[in-house]
């Protein structure tokens, strides 16, 4: 769409056509190891045919530095298995992690656990706390593996416990605490080690609706502090759509679709993507920067707003004036949202049918 | 539905060949009693086998055992020579770093008490084998654990052991172990770490493998190595289930070193309930047995204790302070006892002996209602025990039931029973029907009387119904094992009492669990009682039936009853008390009266888990008959008591080889349909 993909930043954590298949004779599929790179549809309904399960088929994906990458799928979609895959707690059958450039499929062990310690953080759908560790010790516990002396790894902790606001609670054990109250220990924990890439598995799927929302809210806060490259996985839309910079669908093990999320909005590739974007309120999704169109007159006397404000609060101005000017960082003029432009948008949202989008 | 009728067909075909066997038998010998000539010699194997191993390596053996000596001499001198009042206060802080001030003040009462009463040497003597036994015990099981954890290939080997070792009677381990050793406290010392060593594998295997998949990755992704995975991550993280397993292998512990004392040479509270038995002072045992049960709750709740304090709140500061107050308190009564020589050493002028009292009111009360008690005995004897044994043809007569039993009467018996059949047939399933007909057919001739092959083809059609071709083989290899033994005619007399004690159990059992899941006020009364006999070790349980009924069959049936009810009151309440709320919610709002709800809703989805109170009834009830023959069982238990008296390895090791198959085959049968009735009802299997 308007904006394209050039303000990302480098990329840093790199998935490329990882196959992980179930079954006893799973590695046979990738003898020669360009087998995975033919059309991996007919490929993994060839490997289904023979009794084996696909858990992901040839998935690739970048995440950039900064970025919030949202993995969206249904419950065996194979979200779940891949982001095992990106720190190998699941061993991938066949294709390339690249972490910095390097691919982590080729570490050895000793290599690996050195990642793990230092580069990876991760946080888990329920929760994965030591029960015999209270939450300052299970916080600092990355720290201890690392052999770093007590004084030391409990400053560290206490400083992510207040960024996480557990402060008081650190002497508590996780079955004292509420469901909300442990994700922030997770979320704590990961964050000790200062990893670079953070990799959330359904981090508040456990969790009641408004606890979800209050911690979705918490963890945009942390990650407008911290610019982790973040890879995210959730089975909810809304979830998705709040918190993604870029978001990937994936169904049967395979990626459907990978873009904004107001790319998928807009250009949904195929019915299946359609089926999640056609309920959500466009209105609220959709940045005034998405429907814009070039200035092609005079601006003066026009409301003028932020690029990211969204469509829901421009509409009322739409039906009484000519338009709403989308104006930059130092009140640059960017464009002009008009009422014809977004009816426009959005036709040709629902027109298109093909697969489409930035993957 | 042609399935239904093929196995119907089956099972009249197996009564019918019962009759015709029961007929044959008196002309065929080998029907009645399989002939002395066929039994196979493999007693005499083991003897051979055993004293070659004696003759050739016992000096290893003793070596070990010499070894042995010295540490359970050193803690029973460190106990000894601990004055009584630091001791009582040690065990005490013990308790309140368990659980709390409760406990701590039960543990002083009790411990009052074993002082008082004059049984502290003795109790010390016990404690100090359960304090080498339990380490050892731990150490042991929980490597051994690990290895089962670690390899699934160790696991299938280890598990089927352990069911052998928990199913053989204790007293048929103590044999071989005595030829090793030979006497002294090591053998109970050796006997008692074999047995309580089997639970510390199954909690370390189970909570080891329970550890959450999600802890596990997050330890990895801490990036912990394998090392620290498992010390850091995984074992702390099943450590209430290894708790759990520490509990278990004490209380089997202190149940196995109190039964070793029949061995003698341990002047330990177990020789003390077995000496007083003897000589029929049942005043003093029931005080000792008393000590012996007080001892066992107290190491229960701390164990339990701790292995709750592991997930709850640490106090460290406080705790700290604990230790600090209880040192020098510790020091403080030293001070005093050197001081005090009343503090050091109770005088035997202060003991209390309420014994003699005990004894006169015992033979007054048995004076007094002899009557009665008799008229209980026989009564039991003719109509439950005897017509179960050898059967109505055998057990009615005039001089028991007061008339003779006529053809008249078998024609009515008959025609009754097959009517009874129908019936039930066909208000609940032919399965019923059948039934009603194999319970008959025993019934009426008795367990003895019926011929050995065709009590297996019941037994085995039974397997193959619960758990197809498998099963069926293994329950015909096993009861084929002990007839080509020679251990037939005495398993079936075990079958006979445990039976009937395990029936008598489970329906009065499930009774009383019933209305205790409908009554709160019955189930708080109700499980307290069950805890204590629950952790009573079994000797214990003998003493009060032994005082009023003396020795025989009916004490035993009683202590069996006493003790193999626990299980299926406990389990009932909780199949019942357990089940999902939103069926008991649909079925009120359908409209049915609380009997309904009961019998036609709550009964039918708690019957697995009933089901599986019935398996743990009968392995409780096994584990009593074991002891029962102390007290004149006659089964395969006495065949290994007597074993055991007599020093014969091959016979003790075979029949006690054949109790744990019966064990096992009921286990293996009970467990298997209780598994199969979740799954459909889509339970939860706990």
């Known amino acids: 769409m308007k904006t394209s993909s050039s303000d990302l930043g480098p990329v840093v954590l790199s998935c490329r056509n990882v196959w992980k298949v179930y079954g006893p004779r799973a590695d046979s599929f990738f003898r020669p190891v360009s087998a995975g790179a033919r059309d991996p549809a007919a490929r993994a309904a060839e490997i289904r045919a023979t009794g084996h399960i696909v858990a992901n088929a040839s998935v690739s994906f970048d995440v950039h530095k900064g970025e919030i990458f949202v993995i969206m799928g249904l419950s065996g979609s194979g979200k779940s298995t891949i982001v095992r895959c990106l720190s190998r707690l699941v061993e991938p059958t066949a294709g390339e992690i690249l972490l910095d450039g390097e691919d982590l499929l080729k570490k050895s062990t000793a290599e690996l656990i050195e990642i793990r310690r230092h580069k990876l953080g991760m946080v888990f759908q329920s929760f994965g706390l030591m029960p015999h560790l209270n939450v300052i010790d299970n916080i600092a516990f990355p720290l201890k593996l690392q052999g770093m002396g007590e004084a030391d790894r409990h400053a560290r902790a206490a400083r992510v416990i207040e960024l996480v606001g557990l402060t008081g609670r650190e002497r508590n054990y996780p079955s004292e605490l509420s469901g909300g109250q442990q994700q922030r220990v997770g979320i704590a924990r990961s964050l000790a080690v200062e990893p670079e890439v953070w990799l959330l598995d359904e981090p508040f799927s456990a969790l009641d609706p408004l606890i979800r929302k209050q911690m979705q809210d918490e963890f945009l806060r942390i990650q407008r502090k911290l610019h982790k490259s973040i890879v995210f996985i959730t089975h909810d839309f809304q979830e998705a759509l709040r918190i993604a910079d870029r978001m990937a669908i994936m169904r049967d093990g395979a990626v459907v679709q990978i873009g904004r999320p107001i790319d998928l909005i807009l250009n949904p590739a195929d019915d299946y993507i359609r089926d999640f974007t056609q309920d959500v309120p466009w209105e609220s999704i959709l940045r005034a920067s998405d429907i814009m169109e070039p200035v092609s007159g005079t601006v003066e006397g026009l409301r003028r707003v932020a690029e990211d404000t969204s469509v829901a609060s421009v509409l009322p101005d739409l039906g009484s004036s000519a338009g709403v000017v989308v104006e930059g960082p130092r009140g640059t003029v960017l464009g002009i949202v008009t009422a014809r432009g977004l009816a426009a948008s959005l036709a040709l949202g629902c027109a298109q049918t093909g697969p489409s989008g930035s993957a | ?686």
């Open chain 2, 1 to 686: 539905m042609a399935q239904v009728d093929r196995c119907t067909a089956l099972w009249i075909g197996a009564i019918a060949i019962t009759l015709i066997g029961v007929l044959l038998q008196g002309r065929l010998d080998w029907l009645a009693r399989y002939p002395e000539a066929w039994v196979l010699p493999v007693a005499d194997v083991v003897n051979a086998v055993s004293n070659w191993v004696v003759r050739h390596f016992a000096w290893i053996f003793q070596g070990m055992s010499a070894l042995l000596e010295y540490p359970i001499r050193a803690v029973q001198k460190g106990l000894h020579a601990l004055p009584w009042s630091v001791a009582m206060l040690l065990f005490c802080i013990l308790a309140y770093a368990a659980s709390g001030w409760r406990l701590a003040l039960f543990t002083l009462g009790a411990s009052a008490y074993m002082l008082t009463i004059g049984y502290w040497d003795a109790g010390m003597n016990t404690l100090s084998l359960v304090a080498i036994s339990v380490p050892s015990a731990i150490l042991v099981g929980f490597a051994i654990g690990v290895w089962g954890f670690r390899s699934a290939r160790a696991e299938r080997v280890i598990m089927p052991t352990l069911d052998v070792l928990q199913t053989v009677p204790t007293f048929a381990y103590l044999l071989p172990i005595l030829m090793l050793f030979g006497f002294g406290t090591v053998v109970g010392l050796i006997a008692s770490i074999l047995y309580s060593f089997p639970p510390m594998v199954r909690n370390t295997i189970l909570g080891l493998r329970r550890v959450a998949p999600e802890v596990i990755e997050s330890g990895l992704m801490a990036g912990a190595t394998r090392r620290q995975l498992f010390w850091q991550v995984r074992v702390p993280s099943a450590r209430r289930q290894l708790m759990l397993g520490v509990n278990q292998a004490t209380m089997a512990s202190l149940s196995m070193v109190i039964i070793a004392s029949v061995i003698g040479g341990t002047a330990d509270l177990g020789w003390e309930v077995l000496s007083t038995i003897r000589k029929a002072q049942f005043g003093e045992s029931l005080l000792v047995g008393l000590v012996i049960a007080l001892m066992a709750m107290v190491i229960d709740r701390v164990t339990i204790g701790f292995a709750g304090a592991s997930d709850r709140s640490g106090k460290t500061a406080p705790r700290n302070s604990l230790w600090l107050f209880a040192g020098m308190a510790i020091v403080l009564i030293y001070g005093a006892c050197l001081m005090l020589p009343l503090l050091y050493d109770w005088p035997a002028a202060y003991r209390i002996n309420p014994a003699p009292l005990m004894n006169e009111a015992l033979s007054g009360f048995i004076t007094a209602f002899r009557t009665q008690i008799e008229a209980i005995k026989t009564a039991a004897f003719y109509f439950v025990m005897l017509p179960a044994r050898i059967g109505l043809q055998g057990a009615v007569s005039p001089f028991t039931w007061g008339f003779a039993l006529t053809p008249g009467h078998q024609i009515a018996y008959a025609l009754g029973m097959i009517a009874l059949a129908l019936w039930s047939a066909r208000r609940w399933t032919p399965k019923a029907g059948i039934a009603v007909l194999i319970f008959a057919v025993i019934y009426f001739f008795g367990l003895t009387g019926l011929p050995w092959p065709t009590l297996i083809l019941i037994l085995v059609l039974l397997s193959h119904g619960i758990g197809g071709a498998a099963m069926a083989l293994g329950t015909a290899l096993g009861l084929l094992f002990i007839v080509v033994t020679g251990n037939w005619p005495a398993a079936v007399l075990s079958i006979y009492l445990c039976g009937i004690a395990v029936a008598i159990a489970f329906t009065l059992g499930s009774a009383i669990g019933i209305w205790a899941a409908q009554n709160d006020r019955v189930s708080a009364i109700v499980r307290p009682i069950n805890d204590t006999l629950q952790t009573m070790p079994l000797f214990v349980i003998l003493i009060p039936f032994v005082m009023i009924f003396k020795i025989g069959d009916f004490t035993a049936l009683l202590a069996i009853i006493a003790y193999a009810i626990v299980p299926a009151i406990r389990y009932t309440e909780h199949g019942l008390r357990d089940l999902p709320e939103t069926v008991i919610e649909a079925a009120r709002m359908i409209g049915t009266t609380p009997r309904q709800l009961l019998w036609q809703v709550k009964i039918p989805l708690a019957l697995p888990i009933m089901m599986l109170g019935l398996n743990q009834t009968i392995l409780y009830g096994i584990a009593m008959l074991v002891i029962a023959a102390l007290v004149g069982a006659n089964g395969l238990e006495q065949t290994v008591y007597i074993a055991l008296t007599d020093g014969n390895v091959g016979q003790g090791l075979i029949a006690g080889l054949a109790m744990a198959i019966i064990a096992i085959i009921a286990d293996r049968m009970t467990s298997g349909w209780s598994r199969r009735r979740q799954a459909t009802l889509g339970l939860d299997s706990q």
